[in-house]
Each structure stands twice: as C-alpha cells, then as structure tokens.
C-alpha cells in the first residue's frame, strides 16, 4: 500500500486507470443534428443498404442503437461517408417510429417474433392456383397478419393458365378483400400492369410460398433489377427458396415493393386470440348471438347457425377454429 506524507495534497496522489480506460463514461450522447434521412432497402447479415437522396448508401448500425433492430422499411437518420461509393460505410443514429410493422412467428408455439418489414401500407398475398395447389389456410393467416399490423391486403392469384381462379374467389371475394389474377406469359413478359395499378402511391410487402410466382412478379414490376427465380420440386410440390433476404424496390417515386423470401409457414404467436375474428369479416357479425367469452368452438356458438344459413362457407369457420385452437394450445402452455 502505497503511503503519502502529511503535507501531500491531491496533486500527489496516483488513480490507477480502470480497464476500460480512465475516460468516465457518459449518459449523453450526440444528437447528430446534420444526420441525413434515409429508407431502408435491404438487410444482409449486419450490412444495412439505405436509399439516401438519390443513391444507395451502405451503413452499419451505431452502437448508442443498443438492440434496436433495423429492418426494411424503416425510416432512419444517416452520418458518416454518405458518398455510396465502393467501401465506403455510413452510420445509422436513429430509427424514428414506425407506422406499421408486420410479424410473423416460425409457427404458433413460437414466442420469437419476426419484424418482416416496417412501414409498409399493404400487404400482398401471392398464391399461386397450380404447381403448388393453393393453400387457404395460409391465406388466411396472412390475413390475420395484415389486419392486425393495419395493412390493407391485396390477393394475388397466380398461375391462373394452370388453374381457374373462381373456386377460390368464391371464398375471398365477399371479405371485400381487393384481388388481381395473373397468368404465366404476362407476368414473363412483363405485362403486369393490372397489378402496377393497384400498387401506385403505397409501399407493398409481398408475401407467399416459394415457387408461386411472387419474385417472377417482382422482377416483372421492377425489370431492371432481376432477382433469381426457382422451380418448384417436382416430389414435394413445394417451392425452392431464392430469395433469402427481403429486398424493398423503388415501383415509380411514390411507390414501393418488397420482396420477401419464400416462407413455409405464417406463425401468429404475437396475435392476440380476441383479434383474429377481425380477419374474418364474413363470420364476424355472427358472433353478435354468441355468449359472453365464447371461444367461437363450444356448442352455444352462434356461428354454427351462422354458417348454416348461408352467410359464410363452412371452411371459413373450420379455418378460424384451427387458428383459435393453436392459440389456445400456446395460451395453456
């Protein structure tokens, strides 16, 4: 132990630095009042593309952000090189709040939620009608999904010189929801205007199995930046996954796109079970006869009657109660 004489004062005595420097660390932080605004385009293993002015612009993720994620769709504050050219980096300081925000869970029984996207408007659903066969249930969840991040959603039928498209209208077209059909040809000669139209002025988030169509549809939209595109497996029936990141994608200069990967599953995990009776507006004015707390699958539920007399499809129903059962299954866990 190191001694000190009487007379010594604090000139004298001698602080060991910490470890960590003898700098004492500070709450404040810069305000960065001269950061430029940027969109987010795509996200790949930490590497953040931002549109910044009229250029691209590659910036990691200060570290005052803490655990804040950045996603695609966001609106940030950019510093740093913002010169976008080859090996230059940015910072992103700030995420500012967020007017939407789409989730998803791996399935129902996971707790870990997915941010898909960030500030999208709409959410288009791309199905194709053959090779794969539709899945109904799948559409359903997306629904669900939709409404409850307050997305307008928008049905995208694919295919359709496989397959009709009006057994599966049948069910969709009294929600009200907005649907477009496409064929094969059009969208490979890039005649997808009907589907331009409906897109114009909002930022679309296009989600679906692979091997429906939806980046064929993407690159038909947006020609000058081709992504990759896959077939569909001939034993599986399923579709191989080529994009592996979601990838936002200037329409005209009031209108986005974003494609996403391919997604096996749309789990619902972060939905609370009271609103998915919100996705199915044909069965939802039924539940008026339903008693107080009724779980929508107990025999004095009034949508049974409901259904029985023509106002909604039986496999609308069934659909509701598989999703309702698997929240019940994760609530009682």
Same mark, same amino acid.
């Given at each position: 132990?190191?001694?000190?004489?009487?007379?010594?004062?604090?000139?004298?005595?001698?602080?060991?630095?910490?470890?960590?420097?003898?700098?004492?660390?500070?709450?404040?932080?810069?305000?960065?009042?001269?950061?430029?605004?940027?969109?987010?385009?795509?996200?790949?293993?930490?590497?953040?593309?931002?549109?910044?002015?009229?250029?691209?612009?590659?910036?990691?993720?200060?570290?005052?952000?803490?655990?804040?994620?950045?996603?695609?769709?966001?609106?940030?504050?950019?510093?740093?090189?913002?010169?976008?050219?080859?090996?230059?980096?940015?910072?992103?300081?700030?995420?500012?709040? %967020? %007017?939407?925000?789409?989730?998803?869970?791996?399935?129902?029984?996971?707790?870990?939620?997915?941010?898909?996207?960030?500030?999208?408007?709409?959410?288009?659903?791309?199905?194709?009608?053959?090779?794969?066969?539709?899945?109904?249930?799948?559409?359903?969840?997306?629904?669900?999904?939709?409404?409850?991040?307050?997305?307008?959603?928008?049905?995208?039928?694919?295919?359709?010189?496989?397959?009709?498209?009006?057994?599966?209208?049948?069910?969709?077209?009294?929600?009200?929801? %907005?649907?477009?059909?496409?064929?094969?040809?059009?969208?490979?000669?890039?005649?997808?205007?009907?589907?331009?139209?409906?897109? +114009?002025?909002?930022?679309?988030?296009?989600?679906?199995?692979?091997?429906?169509? +939806?980046?064929?549809?993407?690159?038909?939209?947006?020609?000058?930046?081709?992504?990759?595109?896959?077939?569909?497996?001939?034993?599986?029936?399923?579709?191989?996954?080529?994009?592996?990141?979601?990838?936002?994608?200037?329409?005209?200069?009031?209108?986005?796109?974003?494609?996403?990967?391919?997604?096996?599953?749309?789990?619902?995990?972060?939905?609370?079970?009271?609103?998915?009776?919100?996705?199915?507006?044909?069965?939802?004015?039924?539940?008026?006869?339903?008693?107080?707390?009724?779980?929508?699958?107990?025999?004095?539920?009034?949508?049974?009657?409901?259904?029985?007399?023509?106002?909604?499809?039986?496999?609308?129903?069934?659909?509701?109660?598989?999703?309702?059962?698997?929240?019940?299954?994760?609530?009682?866990?």
């Amino acid at each position: 132990m190191r001694r000190y004489r009487k007379d010594s004062d604090e000139d004298d005595i001698r602080i060991r630095p910490g470890r960590r420097g003898s700098r004492p660390r500070s709450s404040i932080r810069p305000k960065h009042e001269d950061a430029a605004e940027g969109f987010v385009v795509t996200v790949d293993r930490g590497r953040i593309t931002c549109v910044v002015g009229d250029h691209e612009v590659t910036a990691m993720k200060a570290r005052e952000l803490g655990r804040k994620s950045v996603v695609v769709g966001d609106s940030v504050a950019v510093v740093g090189d913002l010169s976008g050219d080859e090996g230059s980096l940015a910072r992103i300081v700030r995420v500012h709040t %967020r %007017r939407s925000v789409l989730r998803r869970t791996a399935d129902d029984d996971d707790p870990y939620e997915r941010v898909v996207v960030a500030n999208a408007d709409q959410l288009a659903v791309v199905t194709a009608l053959a090779d794969p066969e539709p899945r109904p249930r799948m559409i359903d969840r997306c629904l669900v999904a939709a409404y409850d991040a307050g997305l307008e959603p928008l049905l995208v039928l694919t295919k359709s010189d496989l397959a009709p498209a009006e057994p599966l209208l049948r069910t969709y077209r009294p929600l009200g929801v %907005r649907h477009v059909v496409t064929t094969r040809d059009t969208l490979a000669t890039g005649g997808a205007e009907e589907v331009r139209e409906l897109l +114009k002025g909002r930022t679309t988030v296009f989600v679906g199995h692979s091997g429906v169509g +939806k980046t064929t549809l993407v690159n038909s939209l947006v020609p000058g930046r081709a992504r990759a595109t896959g077939a569909v497996n001939a034993v599986t029936g399923r579709g191989r996954h080529t994009t592996t990141s979601a990838l936002a994608l200037p329409l005209d200069a009031e209108s986005w796109v974003i494609d996403t990967p391919g997604v096996r599953s749309f789990g619902l995990h972060h939905v609370d079970p009271s609103r998915v009776i919100h996705a199915f507006p044909d069965l939802e004015p039924g539940t008026v006869g339903c008693p107080r707390a009724c779980s929508h699958d107990e025999p004095d539920c009034a949508l049974d009657a409901w259904v029985a007399e023509g106002h909604a499809e039986p496999a609308r129903l069934n659909s509701l109660r598989r999703l309702l059962a698997t929240r019940e299954r994760r609530e009682g866990d």
